[in-house]
């Protein structure tokens, strides 16, 4: 009996190895970077400066960053990011092996590592649906073992190896993240080179830019898509701000059960992931999208009503389950129905608004526990996650997912006519 279900390429091991190996050196550095800078000061504002500089290239070069990676080409944009991080690691080792490291080098070696994700990240999100010839059952299979790869690696394994690696000096974390992105870049560097011609480039770097960013806004199922992360990540923010304080005050729960809980919520993900595909062919990609948003709020709600620390790992774990679906879903949707010179940039201008929400989502959680009450956060997290659910569904319905889909063109030709851009007939990037 012969099987339909159709092969992933054998550049997608390969692209999985290296995103796989590049996913455990994050999750070392993401442990040992703020433990680094604590060795440095207790001050709680230079300690936010290290961490606010790593997402600070989303907010200032997201969009034009987008409208680079169309014009360069992607795969030997990601292993020259790679190769760029992998050397720009040693600095801060050599200044650490020296006793000469400061806040300021750390922050500036933060928003640089920033900077070399962002390209890294739109690249790949670019490259893979030319890898995947653009179909949209291999976007799902694939995505879904990319999410659950970077989960377990930088969620699961990377931060306590490197608590344990900065235990041997303060080097030797930093060192052993270089060391993966270099793996990484050579891997990478192995990946077939996907024919594209190189698009004519008669617009400004400025107006191509804001083509894609006009792409998305203008197509309610590509806006819907971005609304869903971003939105989310107001309300996530919100709870993460408040949520070792509420582990602490109200469930009583100490350092190491909060680990716990964290793992909990990780654990979820990588179901979320495993079934997302499941999800997508029962319920309908739309459908389906729409009920893992559900899920997230109600399972915030009831982290928010939880009696004890049982019930607030359940709800985490179902809540870490919705997002793991919702972050396999949405992009491979948007993977297959975006055009191929537009890719980049309509992937940056949608991780753009999600990075941008997050200040919004601290600064509310922060001013609500402090006015109201420690629950209060995750009470207006689970309202904001429901009436997001209720906006976007209808434009994220499997109607407008199946007609979407119809009209994109596999090879990533015509652009989705649910969304024409008049600067494509004036100046059209061809392909």
């Given at each position: 009996?012969?099987?339909?279900?159709?092969?992933?390429?054998?550049?997608?091991?390969?692209?999985?190895?290296?995103?796989?190996?590049?996913?455990?050196?994050?999750?070392?550095?993401?442990?040992?970077?703020?433990?680094?800078?604590?060795?440095?000061?207790?001050?709680?504002?230079?300690?936010?400066?290290?961490?606010?500089?790593?997402?600070?290239?989303?907010?200032?070069?997201?969009?034009?960053?987008?409208?680079?990676?169309?014009?360069?080409?992607?795969?030997?944009?990601?292993?020259?990011?790679?190769?760029?991080?992998?050397?720009?690691?040693?600095?801060?080792?050599?200044?650490?092996?020296?006793?000469?490291?400061?806040?300021?080098?750390?922050?500036?070696?933060?928003?640089?590592?920033?900077?070399?994700?962002?390209?890294?990240?739109?690249?790949?999100?670019?490259?893979?649906?030319?890898?995947?010839?653009?179909?949209?059952?291999?976007?799902?299979?694939?995505?879904?073992?990319?999410?659950?790869?970077?989960?377990?690696?930088?969620?699961?394994?990377?931060?306590?190896?490197?608590?344990?690696?900065?235990?041997?000096?303060?080097?030797?974390?930093?060192?052993?993240?270089?060391?993966?992105?270099?793996?990484?870049?050579?891997?990478?560097?192995?990946?077939?080179?996907?024919?594209?011609?190189?698009?004519?480039?008669?617009?400004?770097?400025?107006?191509?830019?804001?083509?894609?960013?006009?792409?998305?806004?203008?197509?309610?199922?590509?806006?819907?898509?971005?609304?869903?992360?971003?939105?989310?990540?107001?309300?996530?923010?919100?709870?993460?701000?408040?949520?070792?304080?509420?582990?602490?005050?109200?469930?009583?729960?100490?350092?190491?059960?909060?680990?716990?809980?964290?793992?909990?919520?990780?654990?979820?993900?990588?179901?979320?992931?495993?079934?997302?595909?499941?999800?997508?062919?029962?319920?309908?990609?739309?459908?389906?999208?729409?009920?893992?948003?559900?899920?997230?709020?109600?399972?915030?709600?009831?982290?928010?009503?939880?009696?004890?620390?049982?019930?607030?790992?359940?709800?985490l774990a179902v809540c870490g389950a919705g997002m793991g679906a919702t972050m396999v879903l949405g992009p491979s949707l948007r993977q297959a129905i975006v055009p191929a010179h537009l890719m980049g940039r309509v992937a940056s201008t949608s991780r753009m608004l999600a990075m941008c929400a997050a200040p919004f989502g601290a600064f509310l959680g922060g001013w609500l526990a402090t006015t109201y009450d420690i629950r209060t956060p995750l009470y207006a997290a689970a309202v904001l996650l429901l009436?997001?659910?209720?906006?976007?569904?209808?434009?994220?319905?499997?109607?407008?997912?199946?007609?979407?889909?119809?009209?994109?063109?596999?090879?990533?030709?015509?652009?989705?006519?649910?969304?024409?851009?008049?600067?494509?007939?004036?100046?059209?990037?061809?392909?």
């Amino acid at each position: 009996m012969t099987s339909n279900i159709k092969k992933l390429p054998t550049g997608f091991g390969r692209l999985w190895t290296a995103q796989t190996v590049s996913s455990l050196g994050d999750g070392v550095s993401h442990a040992a970077l703020p433990l680094l800078a604590l060795t440095l000061t207790r001050d709680p504002m230079a300690l936010a400066v290290v961490t606010a500089a790593g997402t600070l290239p989303w907010l200032l070069f997201g969009v034009l960053g987008g409208a680079l990676v169309d014009r360069w080409d992607r795969l030997r944009t990601m292993w020259v990011m790679d190769a760029a991080r992998a050397v720009l690691l040693a600095i801060p080792a050599a200044a650490a092996a020296l006793d000469v490291l400061s806040i300021p080098l750390l922050a500036a070696v933060a928003f640089l590592l920033g900077l070399g994700g962002l390209f890294f990240d739109t690249a790949a999100t670019a490259y893979l649906p030319d890898l995947l010839g653009r179909d949209p059952a291999l976007l799902e299979r694939a995505n879904s073992r990319l999410r659950g790869a970077q989960t377990a690696m930088s969620g699961f394994a990377g931060p306590p190896a490197g608590s344990a690696l900065l235990a041997l000096g303060r080097a030797v974390p930093l060192l052993a993240d270089a060391v993966s992105f270099m793996l990484s870049a050579l891997l990478v560097r192995t990946l077939p080179a996907i024919p594209r011609p190189v698009p004519e480039v008669r617009d400004s770097l400025l107006r191509q830019a804001r083509t894609g960013a006009s792409y998305v806004f203008r197509d309610r199922l590509l806006l819907g898509l971005a609304l869903r992360p971003a939105v989310g990540n107001v309300a996530f923010i919100a709870v993460e701000t408040v949520l070792a304080l509420f582990a602490h005050d109200r469930l009583g729960i100490d350092a190491y059960g909060f680990g716990l809980l964290l793992t909990a919520e990780a654990t979820g993900g990588l179901l979320g992931a495993g079934i997302a595909s499941y999800l997508g062919r029962r319920l309908g990609t739309g459908t389906a999208l729409t009920c893992t948003a559900a899920v997230e709020g109600l399972a915030i709600l009831g982290l928010a009503a939880a009696p004890n620390p049982y019930v607030a790992g359940l709800a985490l774990a179902v809540c870490g389950a919705g997002m793991g679906a919702t972050m396999v879903l949405g992009p491979s949707l948007r993977q297959a129905i975006v055009p191929a010179h537009l890719m980049g940039r309509v992937a940056s201008t949608s991780r753009m608004l999600a990075m941008c929400a997050a200040p919004f989502g601290a600064f509310l959680g922060g001013w609500l526990a402090t006015t109201y009450d420690i629950r209060t956060p995750l009470y207006a997290a689970a309202v904001l996650l429901l009436a997001m659910t209720a906006v976007t569904a209808s434009m994220t319905s499997n109607r407008r997912v199946e007609a979407a889909l119809r009209a994109a063109d596999p090879a990533g030709g015509p652009d989705h006519p649910a969304s024409k851009d008049p600067a494509q007939e004036s100046a059209p990037d061809v392909l």
